[in-house]
């Protein structure tokens, strides 16, 4: 059964979330911090990161891994949940002080906290934290030849 959280969104790069950091060092926070956000398998103690910092042309933007392989140019089924996911975490980061949101209406429709999980610094050893997009890294494939 298809909820409305299910629908596909129609996606624009205008669409992305732009923020400003409080000071230049915070950039790496963000990104240590959001490895630590997303959706996580408990049985396997595997947190699926959701969303990732983008730093393009002197701005910084909160996107969902699926907006990055649009940007790629990739299909990419971006669902209205997936959006709303992206905005309760950026809620999250401005709550903590660690981002400001540029337009703040844009983030209104957020999912509820208990579609995301949060992993403490302290715990993050005992997780596995999976990326599945990573900005900047190109997949090398080596071949042995026989």
């Known amino acids: 059964m298809t909820t409305a959280t299910d629908i596909e969104v129609t996606w624009d790069p205008h669409d992305m979330v732009e923020v400003t950091l409080s000071e230049p060092d915070d950039f790496l926070k963000v990104r240590e911090t959001l490895t630590r ?31 990055l392989f649009a940007l790629d140019g990739k299909r990419a089924n971006l669902t209205l949940n997936d959006v709303q996911r992206r905005n309760r975490i950026t809620q999250i980061l401005v709550d903590w002080e660690l981002i400001a949101v540029v337009k703040p209406e844009v983030i209104v ?5 208990n579609q995301i999980k949060v992993i403490a610094y302290k715990e993050k050893s005992e ?20």
């Not at 429709?109 to 906290?113: A, G, I, K, M, N």
């Open 127 to 146: 997780w596995t934290l999976e990326a599945k997009y990573n900005i900047g890294k190109k997949k090398v494939v080596t071949t042995t030849e026989s």
């Open 37 to 67: 956000i997303g959706v996580a398998s408990r049985k396997e103690k595997k947190l699926y990161q959701s969303c990732h910092i983008l730093h393009k042309q002197g701005r910084y933007y909160i996107v969902h891994f699926k907006e």
């Open 109 to 113: 429709d957020v999912s509820p906290l």
